[in-house]
């Protein structure tokens, strides 16, 4: 079939490819609240100060679930119906041929389920899958399905369907760049028997269960991707074998959920979820604080301090540990070709700035891919931004070397950022303030398509952009390898540096966590010396939920391990419920 | 009977005329192939893609004359067939199934509200022409024209919504009273300028008429005067609102695009934003094509009911 799709998917939808990676190897909370803390307001934390604890459930008399809260005793709602307001709408719910940004992975997880899921220690642990063994050298895995596991369509979960999916996901043009450099291109996947397949990555890889957390540990039913072949409009109706299955899709209006009466686990608490797409910031704060939803997310600093300012009154969950919110520039193209003209950029860039009046205390300051919260950062690490000193001579030497890129001792760039949106306007204007003594700056204010189309063709200069920040480092090295340098890229910068694929693979093969440690600390210093981004913010996602909302921090992995409240904006459903 | 079969004519002329125009900008303004696949479009991108190109150039026969073409594309819209999204291929014929009657809905609230306010208010102070009460409630409508939409439309939202809560702040199909209750801030924020438009045409129309001789007689056998203003001078007042009523329609459509995003309705407005700015022409000449269809038919009403309101109209003449 035409393939006209999925490539309009990816000029339109490939910032998403942040998120996207998740499924290569994310994993919903290794970067969750269990790192949080909990002193910090714009941590990376589970607010539990602000929502009701609940301790445990007990059995009432009459048979009705109790949580208690404090010293309070709220009685769970059997069934009744959640409404959520979602940052997003999604083009489809096939994961296959879909990058699903986090609204809808948070749909997509509630139909599907996952093989494995991140629990709140940064482990995989099984979910779908009974186990994950890997060869000697982690050159393959073999991956043993669990009993019993059947679709909401009636169609039984087995080595052929988990093949099926992911063959899928290798023939789509647009998915395939993220997930197929990490597998055999001869063998990626073979079936064993009817419950068990073998798993070959392109090399050693001790990680490699982490790819398979979100959107590439999806499994569609066979039938209905079948289906779906002879009829794309049934990506919107997806069936997997998650908790929950659609009875109702209207894109762009809502999409409704309701219990799969053939899930193989517990059954969901709540009936029926309805999710409305509604893509302003204010206006989905405003449906959430009116109570016209009784759950919300998002990342806008404006709505954060209204949720913040609403005290108890709410539940409020914030996580900043991942995605970055950065500037990229294009190493390929002239002016930012030359590092020290990106070093300039770097260094007049006003970061304090930017936090005071842009972040307004909302997010973290971001000075590499992790944020300080995490397994990974390097607590020192930081980037040079803010020293205008530090620009003058580099772009002196530039000019000279150079004439023709500048005018008046200045670089010419072209400064990209879609929008209209105020919010970006403001950012662009501070950026200005900083590089307006060194660079003559046009500001490209485009359509959100146009400029991701832009960032993936190489067609920049210098741009905003949102990634990073994946629960397993491993899946960040996709972005940042050479190999993906094509004509369509993902290593958005264009910068290739064979030192720095060379540790992400040797990081790939140890399970020494020290020794990886050590090996994220050089690619991470070489990352900034590389001057490919300005890391500004870790995004702030918060979550916010009605009181009458319980369970928000109650999900666990088959085995009892916690799972985090909430991952970048995807909250679990299944453990949700009403109080009364 | 020859005057509707004329009309008819006319109303298909300018269809195809708007969509021959539209289907022609499309198509000319930049490469067709491009405006499908992006940048793969161009031999630039590699070889890699060039089965795709190929693919495409043959799906949407971009090989044949552009009269080709157009005459393909009517003949399929005719049979209810708009095509598939590019975005993500659903059905375009769908996908406004869904979303059109919400925005024709939210017009047509919007004209009852218009309605309804502004012919009593018109009455009223026609009845009073010149007094004080007149001069003040001028003020008022002039005031209702100068609010901008938007304006208007964040206003209501906060006080009615956000700050008392009276209205939902989304839209809500649950029942009939949901929707009408969800949709009310939005349609009252579109009726505002039609009111204010209708009061004052009518009112100066009413003025005139009650100056008629037929309305002195009408007074002159002592009927009352909410009588003779409803009975005898609002009808053959209206040929001035009625108009305007029919060309507002256009109008209403360009308002409803704001006000559907500021109160979240999921009506063809937020679609028609991202059709154009994704290059998404199916989407983009369907909804082209619905609102000119729309637009003629309402015009084509309004003429019909000229002879209803005063049969002297002989539209047959």
Redesign the interface.
């Known amino acids: 079939m035409?393939?006209?799709?999925r490539?309009?998917?990816?000029?339109?939808v490939f910032f998403v490819f942040s998120l996207v990676a998740s499924a290569c190897g994310g994993g919903d909370g290794d970067s969750s609240s269990t790192d949080a803390d909990p002193a910090g307001e714009e941590s990376s934390d589970t607010d539990t100060t602000d929502a009701p604890v609940e301790e445990g459930v007990d059995e009432t008399a009459d048979g009705s679930d109790a949580i208690t809260a404090d010293d309070e005793t709220v009685e769970v709602v059997e069934g009744g119906t959640i409404r959520m307001?979602l940052q997003t709408e999604a083009?489809?719910l096939n994961p296959t041929n879909?990058p699903l940004n986090r609204a809808p992975i948070l749909l997509a997880t509630a139909i599907f389920d996952t093989l494995v899921v991140v629990g709140e220690d940064n482990e995989w642990h099984n979910n779908l899958t009974e186990s994950w063994t890997p060869n000697e050298g982690f050159t393959s895995w073999e991956v043993k399905m669990r009993d019993g596991v059947v679709f909401s369509d009636g169609n039984v979960m087995d080595a052929d369907a988990v093949i099926r999916t992911f063959e899928a996901f290798l023939a789509d043009p647009l998915t395939s760049l993220v997930f197929r450099p990490a597998f055999d291109p001869e063998v990626p996947i073979e079936k064993i028997d009817d419950m068990t397949f073998q798993l070959n990555p392109k090399g050693p890889n001790a990680y490699l269960p982490f790819y398979f957390a979100e959107q590439l540990g999806m499994i569609g039913s066979p039938a209905w991707l079948d289906a779906r072949d002879e009829n794309?409009?049934l990506?919107?109706m997806p069936i997997g074998a998650g908790p929950y299955m659609i009875s109702e899709r209207?894109?762009?209006?809502?999409t409704v959920l309701v219990r799969n009466p053939n899930y193989w686990g517990e059954p969901g608490l709540i009936e029926t979820f309805e999710f409305?797409p509604?893509s302003?910031e204010s206006?989905r704060t405003?449906?959430f604080?009116?109570?016209?939803?009784e759950l919300m997310h998002g990342t806008d600093a404006e709505s954060i301090l209204r949720l913040r300012d609403e005290g108890d009154s709410i539940i409020r969950i914030e996580d900043s540990s991942g995605e970055e919110f950065n500037l990229v520039m294009n190493a390929q193209v002239p002016p930012f070709d030359d590092i020290r003209v990106r070093e300039a950029a770097t260094a007049a860039f006003p970061k304090e700035q930017y936090l005071e009046f842009i972040s307004e205390g909302t997010s973290l300051e971001a000075d590499s891919l992790f944020s300080t919260d995490t397994l990974w950062n390097v607590p020192g690490l930081e980037q040079a931004d803010d020293r205008p000193e530090v620009a003058e001579p580099l772009i002196a030497a530039y000019c000279a070397d150079v004439p023709d890129q500048c005018t008046d001792g200045k670089v010419n760039i072209e400064y990209q950022t879609d929008g209209p949106s105020a919010a970006l306007e403001r950012i662009a204007t501070v950026v200005q303030d900083g590089w307006e003594p060194f660079f003559n700056i046009e500001v490209q204010v485009i359509?959100?398509?146009?400029h991701i189309?832009d960032v993936i063709?190489g067609?920049y200069d210098v741009a905003t952009w949102r990634y990073h920040g994946f629960s397993d480092p491993d899946v960040d090295t996709a972005f940042l390898s050479c190999e993906t340098i094509l004509?369509?890229s993902i290593n958005w910068a264009r910068n290739c540096n064979e030192e720095r694929d060379a540790l992400m693979a040797e990081q790939r093969a140890t399970t020494d966590y020290d020794a990886r440690y050590a090996i994220w600390t050089e690619i991470q210093e070489n990352f900034r010396d590389s001057f490919q981004y300005i890391t500004i913010t870790h995004t702030n996602w918060t979550v916010g939920a009605s009181p009458s909302v319980g369970g928000l921090c109650d999900a666990v992995a088959p085995d009892g391990a916690e799972i985090p409240c909430q991952d970048k904006g995807v909250v679990r459903l299944p453990q949700l419920f009403l109080t009364n | 009977m020859k005057f509707v079969a004329t009309r008819l004519v006319q109303m298909v002329l300018v269809v195809v005329a708007v969509t021959f125009l539209a289907f022609g900008a499309m198509n000319f303004l930049g490469d067709p192939l491009f405006n499908?696949?992006?940048?793969?479009a161009s031999e630039d991108?590699?070889p890699?893609f060039a089965e795709?190109r190929a693919?495409?150039r043959a799906?949407y026969y971009l090989d044949d004359p552009f009269v080709v073409r157009y005459g393909r594309w009517l003949g399929d819209i005719v049979q209810g067939d708009f095509g598939?999204s590019?975005?993500?291929?659903?059905?375009v014929s769908?996908?406004l199934k869904?979303?059109l009657p919400i925005t024709i809905f939210l017009m047509v609230y919007a004209q009852v509200i218009a309605v309804v306010i502004s012919i009593p208010w018109a009455l009223w102070s026609a009845s009073k022409a010149y007094r004080a009460v007149d001069k003040a409630s001028t003020v008022i409508s002039f005031s209702m024209l100068g609010v901008p939409v938007f304006a208007l439309a964040v206003l209501l939202?906060w006080i009615f919504?956000?700050k008392w809560?009276v209205f939902?702040?989304?839209?809500?199909d649950t029942d009939f009273f949901s929707k009408l209750n969800s949709m009310f801030l939005a349609a009252l924020t579109l009726a505002v300028p039609l009111i204010a438009t209708y009061q004052r045409l009518l009112r100066t129309d009413l003025i005139s008429t009650l100056q008629e001789d037929f309305i002195a007689v009408a007074r002159a056998k002592g009927l009352p005067q909410w009588w003779v203003l409803f009975r005898h001078a609002l009808r053959p007042s209206m040929f001035s609102m009625l108009t305007v009523f029919g060309i507002q329609t256009g109008a209403l459509i360009g308002g409803s695009l704001i006000v559907e995003?500021?109160f979240?309705i999921?009506g063809i407005g937020?679609?028609v934003v991202e059709a154009i700015?994704?290059d998404d022409f199916p989407v983009v000449l369907a909804i082209v094509v619905i609102v000119s269809v729309i637009f003629v038919v309402v015009n084509f009403l309004v003429d019909l009911l000229y002879s209803f309101l005063d049969p002297r109209v002989r539209l047959d003449g």
């Open positions: 035409f393939e006209r799709r490539l309009r998917q990816l000029l339109a307001a083009d489809a879909t794309p409009e990506d919107q209207i894109q762009d209006q809502k409305f509604v302003q206006a405003d449906q604080l009116s109570g016209d939803v359509p959100n398509d146009i189309q063709f067609q004509a369509l | 499908i696949l992006g940048p793969i991108a590699g890699e795709i693919e495409a799906e598939r590019f975005k993500n291929e659903t059905n769908t996908d869904n979303k939202f919504a956000v809560q939902p702040t989304r839209y809500d995003q500021q979240s999921p937020a679609a700015i994704r």
